[in-house]
């Protein structure tokens, strides 16, 4: 009862002219090759931006009602007798989330006359960008699903397409550790301490001191190093002369400080990651 009911109140929406889809700009998607035409709706609300000004100068403040709580509609229905409008409220004040539609202290309610300004202002469904695949475009055939003969003839290697049944045997197995350590006047002196695991690369490491809630930043509080003559990545140096960013922690831990060290490795009997020190999306690679 509740799809029929929720079909029923969709198709309806759709015919009024105040349905937001009516206010966002539009593309089309054309495969000539398939015969697929398909209408992408945009992201910016088009109409609203251009008269974003006229909007706010016609527009008041209302205090917020705690029923309000993530309920834009109810705002939309009490102020316009519809519910229609809740997108409106959202977008107006600026508010991404029905989520963070909580404990305001006032609303931006715009007028009704400003709201039919809108609608002379809204998109035309005739006003589309028109987009068309090109039969060797190989950036568009993420669009094409399930996998079609005609593209699986033009991708290279298409005859090593498995059976989606086919176990797939991962290289690695990556496990996400975490190491703690009690710093001592050795530790201090050192200026480091060195971890279980080396870290698949910089980006997976996140270092915070004590009970601080705040990340230290890699390259200008520490840096991931290897043990000195060897090939074991696992140092984690706050050394000022190791930090080339920044001063590194020398004169900010303290005998007893907790250091909590979280990253990524890859589990004892995967085959060596070879280019653990390209793949890192960090400062360094």
Known sequence: ??????????????????????????YIDIDSTLGLTVIFPGFEITSVEKNLYLIYSDSTKVDFKSNWNMRPDYVSFEQYGTVIYWWLI???NRIDSIEDFVDLDEVIIPSFRS????????????????NEFVNNSAAKYYKRYPLDMIEADTIEGAELLVETN??????????????????????????????TYPPINYSSLSLLIGDYTTVQSYGYDYILKYVPNTTNLVRISWSADDCPLGNGMEFLLEDGNTLTITYVYAQEGCEECTDRDTVDGGVFS
């Open 1 to 26: 009862m509740s799809d029929k009911y929720i079909d029923v109140e969709a198709a309806r929406n759709t015919k009024l002219i105040s349905e937001i889809d009516n206010f966002r700009n539009r």
């Open 90 to 92: 959202l977008n107006i």
């Open 115 to 130: 709201i039919q300004s809108l609608v002379a202002e809204r998109i035309s469904r005739s006003d589309f960008d028109k």
């Open 166 to 195: 086919t176990p797939i045997v991962p290289v690695c197995t990556l496990e996400e550790k975490v190491d703690t350590f009690t710093l001592d006047a050795t530790d201090l002196t050192n200026a480091y301490v060195d971890l």
